[in-house]
T-cell receptor
Framework: GQNIDQPTEMTATEGAIVQINCTYQ??????LFWYQQHAGEAPTFLSY????GLEEKGRFSSFLSRSKGYSYLLLKELQMKDSASYLC?????????FGQGTELSVKP | EAGVTQFPSHSVIEKGQTVTLRCDPISGHDNLYWYRRVMGKEIKFLLH????????ESGMPNNRFLAERTGGTYSTLKVQPAELEDSGVYFCASSTRDSRTEAFFGQGTRLTVV
């Protein structure tokens, strides 16, 4: 079967660092995406990892370990606008298998 | 450049009625995907077009759902007849030919069947 797990909710303070974890067990794997979704809006692309290691892009970084079926999204210098749902998704030849999403609340 | 657009943004229909959702992908994107998010659940894959051809429709719930992409441009998803459990947010996404590139999502159509 296909299984992608991520925490349902997280809370962090403005200016802090937060790490959102994602574990997966899927029948196929062509990389892992992280998307951000604000309420009522379209999911927007944050990062894509296909090889093991860390990808850094500004305040956002994403890590992948294929042997462990594990990824995380690291958000630094949190801002209030980072309050959103963060979606972990495994790529299977273009088709995405999503986790339930992590609702992040950033507090002042 | 326009992003992925979906119409309508909201739809409320009665059980047994028909609804047609439309998706206009980013121009030049061969891949078009439909997804659905039922309340409290994760976003789930419905089907995948490459141009006008159905590449994978393994996620379609049943034969009340019919998707088309005539001419390989916009796509429609028809639900006929609608049932209560069809309520949810229907997302469309498009991407270039390379399946390793990110998919761009529309804002979704919120369908409520009463």
């Amino acid at each position: 079967g296909q299984n992608i797990d991520q925490p349902t909710e997280m809370t962090a303070t403005e200016g802090a660092i937060v790490q959102i974890n994602c574990t997966y067990q899927t029948s196929g794997f062509n990389g892992l995406f992280w998307y951000q979704q604000h309420a009522g809006e379209a999911p927007t692309f944050l990062s894509y990892n296909v090889l093991d290691g860390l990808e850094e892009k500004g305040r956002f970084s994403s890590f992948l370990s294929r042997s462990k079926g594990y990824s995380y999204l690291l958000l630094k210098e949190l801002q209030m606008k980072d309050s959103a749902s963060y979606l972990c998704a495994v790529n299977q030849g273009g088709k995405l298998i999503f986790g339930q999403g992590t609702e992040l609340s950033v507090k002042p | 450049e326009a992003g992925v657009t979906q119409f309508p943004s909201h739809s409320v229909i009665e059980k047994g009625q028909t609804v047609t959702l439309r998706c206009d992908p980013i121009s030049g994107h061969d891949n078009l995907y439909w997804y659905r998010r039922v309340m409290g659940k994760e976003i789930k894959f419905l089907l995948h077009f490459v141009k006008e051809s159905k590449q994978d429709e393994s996620g379609m719930p049943n034969n009340r759902f019919l998707a088309e992409r005539t001419g390989g441009t916009y796509s429609t998803l028809k639900v006929q007849p609608a049932e209560l459990e069809d309520s949810g947010v229907y997302f469309c996404a498009s991407s270039t030919r390379d399946s390793r590139t990110e998919a761009f999502f529309g804002q979704g159509t919120r369908l409520t069947v009463v």
